[in-house]
């Protein structure tokens, strides 16, 4: 069962927890204005995914992924936490990063496909390794 509550929860707190740490970098550097405008992001991404409903689809997708692998030991074998971590540490700092909350969701769930893609493949190889 997807826990769509529990992954809003989740990525609105690890947004909010990487503005308060981009914060302190504008404390750190005032002059690199991208900190200003990673935190400002940051904020605001928290304040959209926690305002999502349960229905959102990006959010069911994630929720989704992690249900199916996590029992499979999915955590121990790949870098979704990292890369989800890299993604919203990244929001809104520069060019290249995602800028708006839909841009943001929109990496999160092409990442969260590509690594269940990966997993499912490794998970293949090894079954028909044990043939």
Known sequence: MTDVPLIREMLAS????SAHWRTGKIEQY??????RTSAVALKQAAR????????DPR???LADVVAVNVGDGWSENNDYAEEESRLIG????????T??????????????????RRSLEID????RGED
């Open 14 to 17: 690890s947004c909010e927890s």
């Open 30 to 35: 005032p002059d690199d204005v991208r900190n």
């Open 48 to 55: 959209d995914i926690a305002g999502l409903p349960d229905d």
């Open 59 to 61: 959010l069911r997708h």
């Open 90 to 97: 990244r929001h809104g700092f520069g060019r290249g990063d």
């Open 99 to 116: 800028q708006t909350t839909d841009e943001l969701l929109a990496a999160l769930v092409r990442m969260a496909s590509e690594t269940l």
């Open 124 to 127: 293949a190889e090894l079954d």
